[in-house]
């Protein structure tokens, strides 16, 4: 294993292990601090299914460092502008050339490729974090291993341990729960080869929407979402359940189902999280989930944490203020991060309305708006420019 010859100065707690606190890592390293990651799960590995990613994601990837492992992980695929019926019309169809293809990846892969870019050390499992003090000078942040209780100093801490996030609990007890949005979602992925190739796509069914994406491998990644009134309905048999449903939808759908092994099938009631007024308290963020967990319809929820943990990292290079820094955090991405959410909140009113004339008039509008109308769409999403990070440090790789 190579070391980095930077001497640390500044340290950070960052509380979660996933995609968005792996980012927050490598780029506060990048920056100059020294940082210890708190996982409470006991493995390191990320399980999961797939997920795409737009330029937005790709661009903060290449800022904090890790674009080419990003890259090296994904495939793309046409998913994001081609939309069809559940009878096999198009209603939209991917021009190369003209349509911008996403990057599709296993979430396992990608958390793999992130938490080789930091040194083993970095990174704590079975350490899960309980409550934080906070003075001027730093926060103390409790936390429980299988061996007992720990507590550990640092200059910052960065909550970025999920929509359950208990660093958002100790640091804003009043902030309300996680809302269930009235959404069941389904995820597989297909073995090796049994399926291709699939290029990418989204069907569009009155009350349910499916999708699929190509991942490495020759596997095939896709889910399904729909209406669903109350939360922990659970079915004896997930796949059935889902064949039930969508089992004459057009090909490749039913292979797909037919190529994925029934206890691999993810199932998630749908939650995210009413805006907060802040997300920075003294010397605490939060970032991703934690901030700002949000439905999965404007596929932005990872790629909105790559944007907090770059422009975290830019904010906290160099010898600025802690609290300064942090505010400025704050105001940078809490209203972006909002609006996102907030648009993804607002999708599946229309998107999985099980209303007749609403689905007509949606498929329609589709179809007769086009590829120039979604990319306009998606314009304000996609067409973010990541700050430039002051970097102090060369990323140390586990080998």
């Not at 799960?41 to 492992?69: C, K, M, Q, T």
């Not at 040194?119 to 103390?140: L, N, Y």
């Not at 319809?297 to 944490?305: E, H, K, P, S, Y």
Request: net charge neutral; with cysteine; aromatic share 6%.
């Amino acid at each position: 294993m190579t070391t980095s010859s930077t001497r640390y100065e500044r340290t950070a707690i960052v509380a979660g292990g996933g995609i968005g606190g792996l980012a927050a890592a490598i780029g506060l390293r990048r920056a100059g601090w020294s940082v210890t990651v708190l996982e409470r799960r006991p493995d390191l590995h990320e399980i999961g299914a797939g997920w795409s990613f737009a330029p937005n994601a790709v661009r903060a990837a290449d800022a904090l460092g890790v674009g080419d492992e990003l890259r090296a992980v994904s495939v793309p695929t046409q998913a994001g502008a081609t939309l069809r019926t559940p009878a096999g019309s198009y209603l939209m169809r991917f021009r190369p050339g003209r349509d911008t293809a996403l990057l599709a990846n296993h979430r396992a892969d990608l958390h793999d490729a992130l938490l080789a870019h930091l040194p083993a050390e970095c990174v704590r499992a079975a350490a899960e974090v309980t409550g934080i003090e906070q003075s001027d000078s730093g926060a103390v942040v409790a936390y429980r291993t299988p061996d007992g209780q720990g507590q550990v100093t640092a200059d910052i801490v960065v909550g970025a341990d999920g929509i359950h996030s208990a660093v958002r609990r100790s640091v804003f007890p009043n902030a309300s729960g996680p809302v269930f949005q009235r959404v069941l979602c389904w995820r597989g992925v297909s073995t090796p080869g049994s399926v291709w190739p699939v290029d990418g796509f989204q069907t569009w069914g009155r009350g349910a929407r499916f999708g699929a994406h190509p991942l490495p491998g020759q596997r095939v990644f896709w889910f399904l979402t729909v209406r669903q009134d109350r939360p922990d309905t659970r079915y004896d048999d997930d796949l059935a359940e889902i064949r039930h449903r969508i089992g004459d939808w057009h090909d490749p759908i039913p292979a797909l189902l037919d190529a994925t092994p029934p206890e691999s099938v993810l199932r998630h009631d749908i939650y995210d999280l009413d805006p907060l007024d802040t997300y920075t308290r003294h010397r605490v963020a939060l970032l991703g989930d934690a901030a700002h967990a949000m439905t999965p319809f404007l596929a932005q929820g990872a790629c909105q944490a790559f944007e907090d943990a770059t422009v975290l990292a830019a904010q906290l290079s160099g010898d600025t203020d802690i609290p300064t820094a942090l505010a400025h955090y704050d105001r940078l991405r809490r209203p972006r991060s909002q609006r996102v959410q907030r648009l993804a909140r607002q999708d599946p009113k229309i998107s999985l309305s099980t209303n007749p004339l609403t689905y007509g008039l949606m498929t329609r509008l589709t179809q007769m708006a086009g590829a120039a109308v979604a990319a306009r769409k998606s314009a304000p999403l996609w067409n973010w420019t990541p700050p430039a990070l002051d970097t102090h440090s060369t990323p140390v790789n586990r080998e």
